[in-house]
């Protein structure tokens, strides 16, 4: 595979395009860092959301399946980063959350974590971690194969919460993906 034009922010100025003369190699490159500096930033965004005292369910309760709905991609994407947060510890236990994908029209809901994201009370009040975090009271969630991960058009994805912490309150998961 040949090595990619590296990311650039550099504008193109009038004389290097001005007409009949030649475009250069400089310009060119302008050119393909822009757009591949485009490609890497531009993604899209999905932010799934456990609002308010998430532990006050009897235990039982669990696991709680598309918690904040579903989300359907409109186009082939690759899942590229996974964010989690909970802004107050609880006092006991865990919370536990899962990403599930499902194919359009067959099959089931299916996690697209090897590692799901675990949250306990010893993670600091106002906590955020991507894939790839370490720190206290806290296991990032890891992709099933690796980044990217890859979802077709049509497919739909949900957060389920596995279990919570006692008195916990406000987590969820944003995940970022782009066009494949």
């Given at each position: 595979m040949a090595a990619l034009i590296p990311d650039l922010r550099k504008?193109?100025?009038?004389?290097?395009v001005k007409n009949a003369s030649s475009v250069s190699e400089a310009t060119w490159r302008k050119i393909g860092g822009m757009i591949n500096f485009l490609g890497h930033r531009t993604h899209q965004e999905k932010n799934f959301r456990v609002n308010g005292n998430y532990g006050l369910l009897p235990p039982t309760s669990y696991p709680v399946n598309a918690i904040d709905g579903l989300h359907f991609f409109e186009f082939d994407a690759e899942i590229f980063n996974i964010w989690t947060y909970n802004f107050k510890e609880g006092v006991s236990g865990i919370t536990e959350l899962d990403l599930k994908v499902k194919p359009k029209g067959s099959g089931s809901f299916t996690s697209i974590l090897s590692t799901t994201a675990k949250i306990g009370p010893t993670a600091p009040a106002e906590?955020?971690?991507?894939?790839?975090?370490?720190?206290?009271g806290i296991a990032a969630p890891v992709l099933d194969g690796g980044v990217p991960y890859n979802v077709n058009r049509g497919d739909a994805i949900r957060m389920d919460l596995?279990?919570?912490?006692?008195?916990?309150?406000?987590?969820?998961?944003?995940?970022?993906?782009?066009p494949r």
């Open positions: 504008f193109i100025v009038g004389l290097e906590t955020w971690f991507e894939i790839g975090d370490t720190g206290t596995l279990q919570a912490m006692a008195e916990g309150e406000h987590c969820g998961m944003v995940i970022h993906f782009r």
